[in-house]
T-cell receptor, first 114, second 110 residues
Framework: SQTIHQWPATLVQPVGSPLSLECTVE??????LYWYRQAAGRGLQLLFY??????ISSEVPQNLSASRPQDRQFILSSKKLLLSDSGFYLC?????????????FGEGSRLTVL | RKEVEQDPGPFNVPEGATVAFNCTYS??????FFWYRQDCRKEPKLLMS???SGNEDGRFTAQLNRASQYISLLIRDSKLSDSATYLC???????????FGAGTRLFVKA
């Protein structure tokens, strides 16, 4: 069966510090991968998606970046965090080539920037 | 204009009530539609897919109207455990760009 792991689960970072969130998927190959952010009391905002190694599409201009160094690994980074980067970050995957597009989410990473 | 719009609620209903949520989307090229459920401080999970012919799963019924670009979710005989945020989801042609609405909050009271 497929599983998705995301870490760290919780982190508190000062403004201006770097960020690295990691996500890995097991039990499937060539998945579509996604990073979403959910601010407190808000909906999910699509940040990045990837259809293959090294292929990253950015949806929102920001100080965040994403990388996909391996087929089932997706990393979200920032060189200098802003207060507005606080939120609940969710990694997700979907099956490549299927038109249904159902997403499977990790348990999320809750980031507080102080 | 947001690509997927939902009434944020909250909807406060008694147990046993029937409640309906609506959602509109702006991209006519959208190809797949879903309702997800998100419990407080948890990740979203798929509730059901939405088809033009309608889709029923127990107490839940979802409907799609492509002409009006409108999606609905009906919950019958509400349970306390139905309290959550319901997210309307639209997938673009190609199957990989997935857009979430901001969600509708439901509170079911005893």
């Amino acid at each position: 069966s497929q599983t998705i792991h995301q870490w760290p689960a919780t982190l508190v970072q000062p403004v201006g510090s770097p960020l690295s969130l990691e996500c890995t998927v097991e039990g499937t190959s060539n998945p579509n991968l996604y990073w979403y952010r959910q601010a407190a009391g808000r909906g999910l905002q699509l940040l990045f998606y990837s259809v293959g190694i090294g292929q990253i599409s950015s949806e929102v201009p920001q100080n965040l970046s994403a990388s996909r160094p391996q087929d089932r690994q997706f990393i979200l980074s920032s060189k200098k965090l802003l207060l507005s980067d606080s939120g609940f970050y969710l990694c997700a995957w979907s099956v490549r080539g299927l038109v249904t597009g159902e997403l499977f989410f990790g348990e999320g990473s809750r980031l507080t920037v102080l | 204009r947001k690509e997927v719009e939902q009434d944020p609620g909250p909807f406060n209903v008694p147990e046993g009530a029937t409640v309906a949520f609506n959602c509109t989307y702006s991209n006519s090229a959208s190809q797949s539609f879903f309702w997800y459920r998100q419990d407080c401080r948890k990740e979203p999970k798929l509730l059901m897919s939405v088809y033009s012919s309608g889709n029923e799963d127990g107490r839940f019924t979802a409907q799609l109207n492509r002409a009006s670009q409108y999606i609905s979710l009906l919950i019958r005989d509400s349970k306390l455990s139905d309290s959550a945020t319901y997210l309307c989801v639209v997938v673009h042609t190609g199957g990989f760009k997935t857009i979430f609405g901001a969600g509708t909050r439901l509170f079911v009271k005893a």
